[in-house]
T-cell receptor, first 116, second 113 residues
Framework: EAGVAQSPRYKIIEKRQSVAFWCNPI?????LYWYQQILGQGPKLLIQ????????DSQLPKDRFSAERLKGVDSTLKIQPAKLEDSAVYLC??????????????FGPGTRLTVL | DAKTTQPTSMDCAEGRAANLPCNHS???????VYWYRQIHSQGPQYIIH???NNETNEMASLIITEDRKSSTLILPHATLRDTAVYYC??????????????FGGGTRLMVKP
């Protein structure tokens, strides 16, 4: 099966600019996650969707970050305006409904964002 | 979710077994132990999980102590492609709507020729 797709793979922007990342989960996966991974640290969850509804966005900096998952498939994560500390890899993951989804998440390759 | 402690880094010779420890002394009775790994420039990858019995799959074995306060991930014959950061995560097996993962710093395993 095709894996989780993310684009772009790399992005360089100036601080205060806006940026958007796109994720296409594995077909049929109901749950979608966005994680932020700062260099040298483990990934940190930003937001979790179940179909097109938000399950958990408690760690999403809502003053500048937004995410949507229209039609319960693709998802977009936006940062507006970006700060230097937003430089990180943004990982998208998905998991299927059912028992396998209880323990396994499938991650995309990530988008590496550099804010100058 | 219980906190985990892992060594920052480890080395292993190619072809030998890699034994990666994880301490989770505050684990609760309904919390599972999960292992993921992240190869350079890739997203994390699920390896294995368990509750109290030892588990084995095609990738690795998971040994959980009887008191469940620590565990060891074993890669029986490490190859250069096993060089990665290995994350030990402890959490309750929730329903599908609550399965976010909390990653710590992990162990950086370097497999050497």
């Amino acid at each position: 099966e095709a894996g989780v797709a993310q684009s772009p793979r790399y992005k360089i922007i100036e601080k205060r600019q806006s940026v958007a990342f796109w994720c296409n989960p594995i077909s049929g996966h109901a749950t979608l996650y966005w994680y932020q991974q700062i260099l040298g640290q483990g990934p940190k969850l930003l937001i979790q969707f179940q179909n097109n509804g938000v399950v958990d966005d408690s760690q999403l900096p809502k003053d500048r970050f937004s995410a949507e998952r229209l039609k319960g498939v693709d998802s977009t994560l936006k940062i507006q305006p970006a700060k230097l500390e937003d430089s990180a890899v943004y990982l998208c993951a998905s998991s299927p409904w059912g028992s396998r989804g209880l323990y396994e998440q499938f991650f995309g390759p990530g988008t590496r964002l550099t804010v100058l | 979710d219980a906190k985990t402690t892992q060594p920052t880094s480890m080395d292993c010779a190619e072809g030998r077994a890699a034994n990666l420890p994880c301490n989770h002394s505050t684990i609760s009775g309904n919390e599972y132990v999960y292992w993921y790994r992240q190869i350079h420039s890739q997203g994390p990858q699920y390896i294995i999980h368990g509750l109290k019995n030892n588990e084995t799959n095609e990738m690795a074995s998971l040994i959980i102590t009887e008191d469940r306060k620590s565990s060891t991930l074993i890669l029986p014959h490490a190859t250069l492609r096993d060089t990665a950061v290995y994350y030990c995560i402890v959490r309750v097996l929730r329903n599908n709507a609550g399965n976010m993962l909390t990653f710590g710093g992990g162990t950086r395993l370097m497999v050497k020729p």
